[in-house]
């Protein structure tokens, strides 16, 4: 399941990242690493961006990003 | 007196530039880093007998070498030996800070920790044991509310006390597969005569970082191999890239000090800044809330801009009635004058309208409302080509194109900055604005006035599209921290407007200047009738206007609003109607909206990116805006 799935509010754990190793980078500079806790506060439909909560964070996920981060929900 | 040279290294956001405003106050100075379009902010300070030296590195949020600001950071606490860095954190935030502070301790240079943000952290209900933290990391820290000045000597202080006492690495263990590995390596490059700390080598070997592997190809061949055999030992193990499984043990550090430092009570309540972004964030009424601000934005400028330029308008006036009763008509006086209007013309667009675009804006920034409309608006920017962050470049340009280009540092990557930067040329700025309502919206109707606008709009979706088309290179997502709002500060609003106000002067006044005295010799030397006859074949067989079209479109390069007024002065009559056509009014608006960016965008853009491609953008947008107008005064012909 993806990130995109999710809906407002939900919690889950990332499972993986599958983008390139800049992507995976990026997402790990904020703490956004496999097995990281999250939250899903908002999202910007149908193309749009979402935020989520994140180690005491928030964090905005472009939704080409969002689309390549693999989860899981509790 | 002793010196002491400090960089200031922080993520963004976390009021890392309000504590360098605050300490150089007016003693900086803002330039680039050689090549590059990152910003370079240095400043001055006196204190306890100390000269300190302060650089306020780009904000980042790692030291890998992925990005130009990161490896400018690195290199410059490597190679150029700071005496110290403060580490600016948001107490608010400190999981995610911690993990760029392991990443500074690992370079081994004494570092101050600031524990910015303290009193919001307080409100949020976090409680952070500073003592503890100071033990577990090894350093100094300061509490500091940057705002409101609060623990910024105590900061200093540190960093003089670190001055004589030698402090100790105490280097973090990561997990036991990694530190064997890690190990390893040191083993190997101990002894060799390296620049670099040699436990930060190992572990950027193990996080596969290419920079490292470059400069040790030439010292030590033989390591890479021996990396690249332990990095897939590592991955054998974890099932992740080795350098993913770097930044998940960093990840796992930071948590386990959280943990030990850290105590969070979450109030039960919504705070003001949840129950504010219900509100702003939310995907509908976010929407008409943004249009209310940005409208209400424009509104106050513009009001504001034309009552000061009109009132600067008398003086100008004045000056120049002054001028032609006491000066003698020579030559040189009449060079010099065009010089001294030059200057008045950027004045009387620098002080209305970009003095009061900027305070607003730093205002919303400083607020937070930014960073809530590049939320809004990504996926609208996704269809131009760039992201959500873009969009604070592209709407400064609908009031000055000169800032608007110099606000596209705030991108990424090179390619991200220039195609914004390109992009924001093609904004209709103030001046275009003035002369679309004052020629089409004035004699043909708000809804042609209102046509042109869309279109120039559309322009910039098309152009987008096609910049990201041609330019290679990948698109970067919108990876951004959603900072909370906050009250914002007048200090670092008036500072940051005086700055960016006196680099757009630095920029165009030089071009402006020296055009202005040009324009003036070829209308002295009484070149300008045969220039605009030259322009002949383009201005009335292509475009069907009238031949003195030529001088005006000249005369607008310095600056756009000239083009009225120049119209008004060479026919004598301020009905337009009697000198164009509404077809030509038309045509003349379109070229105007697009024909070049003015002398002063210009500067900006060779600034930033080079001459070469301040000069193709220029010949791109003068063929486009002259296909284009020619294109539509032969349709518009078969309606009007």
Not at chain 2, 3 to 20: E, H, M, P, R, T
Not at chain 2, 62 to 91: G, K, W
């Amino acid at each position: 399941m993806f990130i995109t799935e999710m809906k407002e509010g939900q919690g889950g754990t990332i499972v993986s990242v599958l983008g390139g190793r800049m992507a995976v980078k990026r997402l790990a500079d904020l703490g956004l690493t496999p097995g990281t806790q999250f939250k899903v506060l908002r999202k910007i439909r149908p193309y749009g961006p979402i935020e989520i909560e994140a180690r005491g964070s928030n964090i905005v996920l472009g939704r080409g990003i969002a689309l390549k981060i693999q989860i899981e929900t509790k | 007196m002793k010196k002491l040279d400090i960089v200031l290294a922080g993520q963004a956001n976390v009021g890392k530039s309000v504590i360098f405003n605050h300490l150089t106050g007016l003693h900086q100075h803002i330039g680039n880093w050689p090549g590059k379009t990152i910003e370079k902010a240095e400043g001055n300070l006196f204190y306890k007998g100390y000269s300190f030296h302060i650089l306020d590195l780009p904000g980042i949020y790692s030291l890998t070498s992925y990005s130009a600001e990161e490896l400018i950071s690195r290199e410059y606490i490597i190679l150029q030996e700071p005496d110290l860095i403060i580490n600016v954190t948001d107490a608010t935030n400190l999981e995610r800070n911690l993990l760029f502070t392991l990443q500074l301790l690992e370079l081994e240079k004494p570092l101050v920790l600031a524990l910015n943000m303290m009193d919001l952290a307080k409100k949020k209900g976090i409680e952070i044991d500073v003592k503890e933290l100071g033990k577990i990391l090894g350093v100094p820290i300061a509490e500091t509310v940057a705002s409101r000045r609060y623990g910024l000597t105590e900061v200093l202080d540190h960093a003089i006390e670190l001055q004589t006492k030698k402090p100790v690495f105490k280097g973090f263990k990561y997990g036991k597969e990694v530190e064997s590995r890690i190990e390893k390596l040191t083993g190997i490059l101990q002894g060799s005569d390296l620049t670099y700390p040699v436990r930060w080598l190992s572990i950027k070997l193990l996080e596969k970082d290419e920079k490292v592997e470059k400069i040790l190809q030439e010292i030590h061949p033989e390591i890479i191999e021996t990396a690249e055999k332990l990095c897939a030992e590592l991955e054998e193990i974890h099932g992740h890239d080795s350098s993913i499984l770097m930044a998940d043990e960093r990840c796992h550090l930071v948590s386990h000090i959280i943990k030990n430092a850290v105590k969070i009570i979450k109030p039960q309540k919504k705070s003001f800044n949840e129950k504010l972004d219900d509100i702003t964030s939310d995907k509908v009424f976010g929407y008409p809330v943004m249009l209310i601000i940005l409208v209400m934005m424009f509104l106050a400028i513009f009001t504001f801009g034309n009552w000061l330029s009109s009132r600067m308008d008398l003086v100008t006036d004045k000056l120049q009635n002054w001028w032609e009763t006491s000066v003698d008509p020579s030559l040189f006086t009449s060079l010099a004058f065009a010089a001294l209007e030059s200057t008045l013309a950027l004045v009387q667009l620098a002080l209305p309208y970009i003095l009061p675009f900027y305070i607003l804006l730093y205002f919303l920034e400083d607020g937070g409302y930014l960073a809530r409309i590049s939320f809004l608006t990504d996926h609208v920017m996704h269809k131009v080509g760039v992201h959500g962050k873009a969009c604070i470049p592209l709407f400064l340009g609908f009031g000055c194109n000169v800032p608007a280009c110099l606000a596209a540092r705030i991108m990424e990557t090179e390619r991200e900055r220039f195609i914004t930067g390109f992009l924001t040329t093609l904004v209709p700025c103030s001046a275009v604005t003035v002369i679309i309502i004052g020629l089409t919206g004035k004699y043909l109707g708000i809804g042609w006035a209102f046509g042109l606008y869309v279109f120039a709009i559309l322009v910039v979706f098309l152009m987008g599209r096609l910049a990201t088309k041609i330019i290679p290179g990948e698109a970067t997502e919108l990876i951004m921290m959603m900072p909370d709002y906050k009250r914002p500060q007048l200090r670092t609003i008036f500072l940051q407007t005086w700055f960016r106000l006196k680099e757009f002067i630095w920029i165009a006044a030089p071009l402006v200047i020296i055009s202005g005295i040009i324009i003036e010799g070829i209308y002295a030397a009484g070149w300008l009738s045969s220039i605009a006859n030259g322009l002949y074949p383009l201005t009335v067989k292509w475009l069907g206007l009238p031949v003195m079209t030529g001088i005006v479109l000249i005369f607008g390069i310095l600056r756009k609003e000239l083009i009225l007024v120049m119209l008004v002065t060479l026919y004598g009559t301020n009905d337009f109607s009697q000198i164009l056509s509404p077809v030509q009014m038309i045509t003349l608006a379109l070229v105007c909206m697009f024909y070049i960016p003015c002398i002063a965008t210009i500067a900006a853009l060779w600034k930033e990116f080079g001459w070469k491609k301040a000069l193709g953008i220029s010949v791109i947008e003068i063929s486009f805006a002259v296909l284009i107008a020619g294109l539509a005064a032969r349709i518009l012909k078969a309606f009007l």
